[in-house]
């Protein structure tokens, strides 16, 4: 493999193939290119340190000792975890520890063989995009410098540490946790063998809720399954809901900065719903202004409840820096994208799953209500909707082709529905006049292309789906 071989980043930092293109050589030329950034970025401070964790898969401790020797090697201060911690709680220390920055190394909720890294710049928000083209810009620039980890530690520049116990304290402070505390509910939570594993027992703790942890042990190969908050992959828990009901199960992805849940019974919440009734909670019962920010990919569901409100919505590109950008401008009350990703307007900017998930058991403890009622309201009030999304394998420049094709060319309906925008946003989004919408676009970190549609009849999903899957295929 070649040493000058590329590094990019995608929607949310770099990631690679285990032992293909995510090497410690290559972890080594990007922390060494993203030590000069910062030293640039931090010049006339008089602390440069650095925050550092790491994901369960594998090699990630190692990696993420990799990445400490090249910081202390160019003169940083290293806070470097003991053992995995979720990516929200490095992205809290950051910002109130006024670091330059931090890096995770995860690959959050791809499959097993990926890992990934992640930088955060010094308020804690994903690296944007200017940031990830100036790490790019200077790699290879300088030799790697690296001072061993034990000589590093005895030379003062890292220390070990726990980022999870004031991320807790930080979290509680968002919601009514009293209420919470003394609600009782019964809380299962699926950590998808991740980050997340034992936080909820953890927040929870010496309250009347009870926690129940499934999937809580580190699994490299998470089970066979990617971790990710989705319904196909709660099979297991599905199962060990219908025979210990609880009041709500939460999921965490791997990395513990996605939300996922299902309902007491086992059924699935998808994360459109999910950030839907996280907006609703906060407009209506908590009554709190402020914009609500989304992705061009996520349900119409927070157009309505914006509207409903008073309240002005925004709409960003795909990936979570794109909302932190915004929330980064401030006056934003709750960002949230499809995939569970939601962050909160007076915590960090950037998603965060255990934040959210305190924010549910907040709106479950104050209305006494089960999760299935407030969902079956969610669609009266709102109007039904019904949203689903399928992956192709397909590399990039394919899907560069395709969907510049499709920009130039869009289809005349979506089934019976004539076409009424086309938004070019990020890839490509049709809206139909019914109000529903089909939307191609490849993706960041993968070589996918990713179909989204959402309808107001779960068929009709499927058939717009179909129909994409036509475009698709007139492109071959």
Known sequence: MRRNEPICFGTDGWRGVIAESFTCNNVARVTQATAGHWRNACRGRDRRLAVVSYDRRFLSEHFAELVTEVLAGNGFEVWLTREPNPTPAL???????????????????????????????????????????????????????????????????????????AHYRAIRRLVDFSLIAGAGLRVAHDAMYGNGAG??????????????????????????????????????????????????????????????????????????????????????????????????????????????????????????????????????LLAGEETGSI???????????????????????????????????????????HYERIRLASPPERNAELIARCRRDPPARLLRSPVESVNSLDGVKFTARDGSWLMLRGSGTEPVLRLYAETADPQLTRRLLAQGRRLVAADG
């Not at 989304?294 to 820096?321: C, H, Q, S, Y």
């Not at 998930?357 to 299935?372: H, K, Q, W």
Request: proline share 6%.
């Open 91 to 165: 992205s809290y220390a950051v910002a109130a520890s006024g670091a330059c920055g931090g890096i995770m190394i995860t690959a959050s909720h791809n499959p097993a063989e990926f890992n990934g890294f992640k930088v955060k710049d010094p308020r804690g928000a994903p690296a944007d995009d200017a940031t990830g083209r100036a790490i790019e810009g200077r790699l290879d620039s300088q030799p790697v410098r690296r001072l061993p980890l034990l000589e590093a530690r005895r030379a003062g520049l890292v220390r070990l540490v726990d980022l999870r116990p």
């Open 199 to 332: 936080a909820f027992a953890s927040l929870l703790g010496g309250t009347r809720c009870q926690v129940t942890g499934l999937r809580q042990e580190r699994d490299p190969l998470f089970g066979g399954i990617r971790p990710e908050p989705i319904a196909e992959n709660y099979v297991a828990t599905r199962t060990w809901l219908r025979s210990h009901p609880q009041d709500l199960c939460l999921v965490t992805d791997g990395d513990a900065d996605r939300l996922g849940a299902l309902d007491g019974l086992g059924r699935p919440v998808t994360g459109n719903q999910l950030i839907a009734l996280l907006a609703l909670h906060l407009t209506r019962h908590r009554r709190e202004r402020g914009r609500l920010v989304k992705t061009v990919n996520t349900t119409t569901w927070m157009d309505r409840i914006a509207a409903a409100a008073g309240l002005p919505l925004t709409e960003t590109a795909i990936g979570f820096k794109h909302l932190a950008t915004e929330m980064l401008k401030g006056d934003v």
């Open 343 to 385: 962050g909160l307007g007076h915590h960090i900017p950037e998603r965060d799953g255990l934040a959210a998930g305190l924010v549910l058991l907040e709106l479950l403890a104050e209305s006494g209500r089960p999760l299935a009622g407030w969902l079956r309201s969610l669609a009266k009030e709102f109007g039904p909707l």
